[in-house]
């Protein structure tokens, strides 16, 4: 019997495996596949690992959890969870199946990128999807930004902070109203609805450019991208966890305050349960998960001594 499950082993479920071994809490932690942030060179705004490499975060995440022999970690993926009562039941993907009092969903979302060829090349590279992770690597140098609809409003001023030479990038019709347009354009903020051929990438593997369909092109370094986003929300689903229906993502896990979903006994961390999409902050939500985690299991426990 574990105390907790963790589901995820990226920055939001390293950091509350961290804390619940330091509670001395009995945590298996099971992980599989790339992070999230795997093409990015660093991770930024991260305090004292300001643009440390991805995987490299990783290593020492899992390098610091060795000192708790209460912490297991394996590089397996869990196919199934069940509740039965005030317990959980996971499959995991040799069939085996653990038991657990609590679980921690910190399975992230993924990028569904455009087809657009050269654009999963540079993802993380040239292309990146949040300025306070990349902003300060392309400053004051031409920027795109790549997105449609309403989200432009706040992406392209949001943008501007960082370099005034900024062009939206619709590839096609925008649907901005006639007040919107000129709003961007008092800004400084150019806009460009051709449709894009493809993304120009240097000898170096850098971005270059855009290339259109017309044969033009518009030299820029760096292209911020709002994508969809697809939340890893299967497990949610099984365990009849709610989703939000709206927002900027829907079918993100819907959680309280301290992670709690809408099923006791199970928490959800990192990107699966918030729109802010950082590093720092998917660790911070680890961190709190695992407090509200081991302080319930405490109240359960004294709750189960005082009625004997």
Not at 143 to 149: D, K, P
Not at 154 to 177: E, F, K, M
Request: contains cysteine; hydrophobic residues 40%.
């Amino acid at each position: 019997m574990f105390d907790t499950v963790i589901v995820g082993g990226g920055t939001a479920g390293l950091s509350a495996a961290l804390v619940l071994g330091r509670a001395r809490r009995r945590v298996l932690l099971v992980s599989d596949g790339p992070p999230r942030n795997a093409p990015a060179d660093g991770a930024h705004g991260f305090f004292t690992r300001d643009g440390t490499p991805p995987y490299e975060l990783l290593r020492i995440g899992r390098e610091q959890l060795e000192p708790y022999a209460t912490v297991e970690l394996r590089e397996i993926a869990a196919t199934g969870m069940d509740r039965n009562n005030d317990e959980f039941t996971v499959t995991l993907a040799t069939g085996e199946q653990v038991t657990t009092r609590t679980i921690v969903l910190a399975t992230g979302v993924e990028d569904e990128l455009p087809a657009i060829p050269g654009f999963a090349e540079l993802w993380g590279r040239g292309i990146y999807h949040c300025p306070y992770c990349h902003g300060w690597e392309v400053r004051d140098q031409p920027l795109g930004v790549y997105a449609s609809g309403e989200i432009l409003m706040h992406l392209a001023p949001l943008i501007r902070n960082w370099s005034p030479d900024v062009t939206i990038l619709t590839d096609g019709p925008d649907g901005l109203s006639e007040s919107q347009l000129a709003t961007l354009q008092r800004l400084g903020i150019r806009r460009c609805d051709k449709p894009i051929a493809r993304l120009k990438i240097d000898h170096a593997g850098a971005l270059e450019g855009v290339v259109f369909k017309d044969g033009k092109e518009l030299s820029l370094r760096g292209i911020f991208a709002r994508t969809t986003l697809r939340p890893h929300n299967t497990l949610a689903q099984q365990l009849g966890c709610d989703l939000v229906s709206d927002g900027p993502i829907p079918g993100l896990v819907k959680v309280e305050w301290g992670g709690q979903t809408t099923v006791p006994g199970v928490y959800a961390a990192g990107d699966l349960a918030t729109p802010l999409q950082q590093v720092v902050a998917a660790a911070a939500s680890g961190a709190t998960v695992a407090a509200v985690i081991n302080n319930t299991l405490i109240e359960h426990d004294v709750h189960a001594a005082a009625t004997g």
